[in-house]
């Protein structure tokens, strides 16, 4: 048996697949046995899951092989998915094993907030793996098809989004594009079909720029989005939803975009949470877990006013560069540094060649802003996979 | 009002179709009105959507435009669905309208025929037209989708075809050519999927060359399909089927190709009928109405042996070819021609490549009769469109 530190990552999203290639490069020969655990042999990029799941790309541009990202001499690659995470005796129980750890990354996703909605966690699918995208494409290509063999049930003509936040502004974006797409390949008179996108906030996008939402919104509902803002899902069935004022809007096809909690493991490991989160310390560890670092959806932060930051690929990224940090500054018993988020900007896409954002306290609209998210997206491609990753996925971009 | 003779056609299936190309070529200017009622503003090739409802292929390459085939200078053209056919006022009232006839010629299509299996018609899907096999092809890479959602539903990944007759034997070749894209598409290990062709005869395909018949088999036995020949259906639900030992089979997918019925409106229309089908005279005809033409699925006719011919693309273009020879001969008063059905073969495809078949005496498997049925295809589009709809639809075959 080595005497050398054993460090547990668990799950390869941004946060967990930056903490392991930082890792991967900063360590030396033999100062730490690193194992990476993931419940698909692939990374998947979040932030282009809704073009998938429209059905507007490929789920493979996606995705990529974890064997293509890391060095399996410098990292052990554990294929499980975790069943149980045992601080007292420092081991993760997984499906089909048992590790143990000196130091744990968490850096698993979280899960969809239904806010106690009736119905959402049963009947609405929701915008967060490559089985999940491909789901929702299939299902919504599906009902175009059952259309056509019921022409009566216009109601599987009607698509609902849960959740007007990036995430579901940009599905809406795509969504609004594939229709026509959809419309011709089935044959169906496009004026049948509806898409709502419902929001219980008083704003699109609550917090970011107004002026921005306003032509983002002006974009979509030209392309056909039916926008109910200021209005709650009050209950989700199998037929439909049933909105703030009562009224019920029919339809097979709910998808829940509406925010994230915490894994349900951080709670049932014991750790301290709100919504499923831990607030982490400055060096991002969970209070009175020096050997626990946090990172990414189950971890909670909050900024200089006192509101919680949202869980982002960008935070997430660069809480794995400084774990990544910190762990190998713990190892070699030199000073931890403090985390501190800071914000390049945000830009959402609102389908082909349509986007609004901020970036460097600039704001960008329509095709500038499609680009600029096309660029963050090549960038990230060259920070985890360099320029073959650039060359092999990008172009699809 | 003119007093020339009224033909009207309904159903642009192989029957109709070919009915009202030979009208249009062989009468003479104001020799008589015809118009061609169909369901859709498209005829298809029924003997290729086998092909479309795997997957294999798509749909638009199984479909023509009606107006691509007949000239609407000479034949009228009228989309809309036969509610029903009153002989007594030789009229047809359709879904938005009523036409009046002189001559009828009824070459609709026929209905799945189920035999009293109890679940079928409710539960299990047909090949039968653009709209059932984009159903079917959804349907189909729906349950990949699902499956990978909800990992211990292998059913499903089970799909179960009804019936070993051409119909069904061409959709298993083609269905299992398929699984392995579909494996890969969506990370499904094939050894889950389960094709099973399910028929309740001492053999597959009754009634072809038993050589042939082992020969096709054992290259679809080859390709993963499970066969249950000599096995009835006894019972269809949304979970499955159970079989004549009492034996359930799960899945969520079944796929009925067991037989053709004739339309329910032959009957409604107070036609004597033999499971829908009426038994038509020497020359076409409806016993009791000199003016009333049926061909195709809802025609009747026996062979040398007393044995029905079994509804095929053949036999409605021939007797689509005849029934207008007959139409022109009537209304220029001339003796009409007795029927006679001349067999130039049969030829199946088993997926990619591979087939069985007669044709002119002779037998031919292998890549050869698969070539053999390809050659078909074009013939079928060069006698109904020329060499312009050879070109434009030929080469996907």
């Excluded at 429209?54 to 294929?79: Q, W």
């Excluded at 509101?307 to 030199?334: D, E, F, K, W």
Aim: aromatic share 8%; with cysteine.
């Amino acid at each position: 048996m080595s005497n050398i530190p054993k460090i547990v990552i668990l799950g390869a999203g941004y946060g967990g697949i930056l903490t392991a290639l930082k890792l991967q490069k900063q360590l030396n020969y033999n100062e730490a046995d690193v194992t990476l655990v993931n419940k698909h042999d692939y990374h998947y990029i979040t932030t282009h899951l809704h073009m998938p799941a429209a059905g507007t790309d490929n789920p493979e541009n996606a995705r990529v092989n974890i064997s293509k990202l890391i060095d399996e001499f410098k990292i052990d690659f554990v294929k499980s998915t975790v069943v149980q995470i045992r601080t007292q005796d420092k081991k993760v129980i997984l499906e089909d094993g048992t590790l143990s750890y000196d130091y744990l990354v968490i850096g698993m996703g979280g899960e969809p907030e239904t806010f106690g909605i009736p119905g959402l966690a049963e009947h609405a699918m929701s915008i967060r793996s490559i089985n999940s995208v491909r789901l929702i494409r299939e299902h919504i290509e599906y009902q175009f098809a059952r259309y056509k063999r019921e022409p009566h049930r216009t109601d599987y003509l009607t698509f609902i989004v849960g959740g007007a936040g990036f995430t579901g502004i940009e599905f809406v974006g795509e969504l609004a594009d594939r229709i026509p797409q959809l419309c011709r390949e089935f044959d169906v008179d496009r004026s049948l079909v509806k898409l709502y996108n419902i929001e219980a906030a008083p704003s699109a996008l609550p917090g970011f720029d107004p002026e921005l939402v306003e032509y983002g919104m002006d974009v979509l509902t030209k392309k056909g989005v039916i926008f109910r803002i200021g209005t709650a899902i009050k209950e989700c069935s199998p037929d439909g939803v049933i909105v703030g004022d009562g009224e019920e809007i029919r339809s097979k096809t709910v998808i829940w975009t509406g925010g994230i909690r915490g894994n349900r493991l951080i709670e049932e490991a014991g750790f301290e949470t709100m919504r499923g989160r831990v607030k982490v310390d400055e060096f991002l560890r969970a209070p009175g877990h020096e050997n626990i670092y946090i990172i990414g959806d189950n971890s909670l932060m909050f900024n200089e006013e006192g509101r919680p930051y949202p869980p982002t690929a960008q935070i997430a990224m660069q809480q794995g560069v400084a774990s990544a940090h910190n762990l190998v500054a713990a190892i070699r018993n030199q000073p931890l540094k403090t985390f501190a988020f800071s914000n390049k900007g945000t830009v959402a896409s609102l389908g082909k060649g349509e986007g609004i954002g901020v970036a460097m306290g600039k704001k960008y609209q329509g095709r500038k802003a499609a680009w600029l998210k096309k660029l963050i997206d090549l960038r990230y491609l060259f920070i985890i996979g360099g320029i073959p990753l650039v060359l092999r996925k990008g172009k699809f971009l």
